[in-house]
């Protein structure tokens, strides 16, 4: 089975602190997508990564930042943490770049920014 | 802009019966439709994939695709509440896209 791990299931900061969140998969897979989840707005692409030291932006990626050193791993950062950025966090990944892809979705962070 | 399209619900229907969930899509070149189930508090979790028109059947679920009106949908038979959840659309778009457009989900309340 696939495995997406993320290091934190609930985080709290405080505004202004730099946030890292970890994402971890176990199956060699080429891509990695981070998502915030709000209530009413559904899942929103963040950033995406369909190879190492590769990224791309997704639909909002102000105020985030992304880093993808080891095929595995693929970490979510928050340069200066600000209120509006509490959310739940959802790392994913999938195998091929086609267009029948599979997301694998990890357990989630739910982040509180005060 | 791309779009998918899902009634939030609540769908509330009672234990047994079948539950009908809808996704409408903008892209009349989308390729991939995907359905995942999410639990309050969860993450989500693939139920079905369908990839040509027609119907796809998996034990109790069955999903239907229809490109030529761009709608996709989920049938729940035998409907638990244990299927209680939101059910988020999921559809890839033309030109080859790997990057998933999920609709807002709706959600579900099967009551025995």
């Known amino acids: 089975d696939v495995k997406v791990t993320q290091s934190s299931r609930y985080l709290v900061k405080r505004t202004g602190e730099k946030v890292f969140l970890e994402c971890v998969q176990d199956m060699d897979h080429e891509n990695m997508f981070w998502y915030r989840q709000d209530p009413g707005l559904g899942l929103r692409l963040i950033y995406f990564?369909?190879?190492?030291?590769?990224?791309e932006k997704g639909d909002i990626p102000e105020g985030y930042s992304v880093s993808r050193e080891k095929k595995e791993r693929f970490s979510l950062i928050l340069e200066s943490a600000s209120t509006n950025q509490t959310s739940m966090y959802l790392c994913a990944s999938s195998l091929l770049a086609g267009n029948t892809d599979t997301q694998y979705f990890g357990p989630g962070t739910r982040l509180t920014v005060l | 802009q791309k779009e998918v399209e899902q009634n939030s619900g609540p769908l509330s229907v009672p234990e047994g019966a079948i539950a009908s969930l809808n996704c409408t899509y903008s892209d009349r070149g989308s390729q991939s439709f995907f359905w995942y189930r999410q639990y309050s508090g969860k993450s989500p979790e693939l139920i079905m994939s369908i990839y040509s028109n027609g119907d796809k059947e998996d034990g109790r679920f069955t999903a239907q695709l229809n490109k030529a009106s761009q709608y996709v949908s989920l049938l729940i038979r035998d409907s638990q509440p244990s299927d209680s959840a939101t059910y988020l659309c999921a559809v890839n778009m033309g030109g080859g896209s790997y990057i998933p457009t999920f609709g807002r989900g709706t959600s579900l309340i099967v009551h025995p």
């Open positions: 990564s369909y190879d190492v030291k590769m990224k």
